[in-house]
């Protein structure tokens, strides 16, 4: 447990941003799952959109640091081959 007032401000801090974090992380998760739902369904509209919903997302949480770069280029990618370029 932390005992200086600094030491539990930064753990009340770490709290709040885990929180955050895993709720951005989820809501990633749940945008690459859609897009694979509408791709394996063969409807190629549902399935443009929800890419086009999932892109802007995995890439801000790719800067932000949310998850790594690489994850999110590689779920684009996979995410596109599924649907063999859904654009």
């Known amino acids: 447990m932390a005992n200086s007032p600094q030491a539990r401000k930064r ?5 709040k941003r885990r929180a955050q974090n895993a709720s ?3 809501l990633v998760r749940t945008k690459i799952k ?3 739902a509408a ?4 409807d190629v509209d549902a399935s443009r959109s ?3 919903d999932a892109v ?3 890439d801000r ?5 949310i998850i790594a770069k690489k ?3 590689s779920a684009q990618e996979s995410s596109e081959r599924q649907g063999q370029s859904p654009r």
Do not use: E
Not at 39 to 42: D, E, Q, R
């Open 50 to 52: 929800a890419y086009q």
């Open 34 to 36: 859609r897009v694979l």
């Open 56 to 58: 802007p997302v995995i």
């Open 39 to 42: 791709v394996k369904s063969g």
């Open 11 to 15: 753990a009340r801090q770490n709290d």
């Open 71 to 73: 994850q999110g280029s």
């Open 24 to 26: 951005l992380r989820s």
């Open 61 to 65: 949480m790719a800067n932000k640091g």
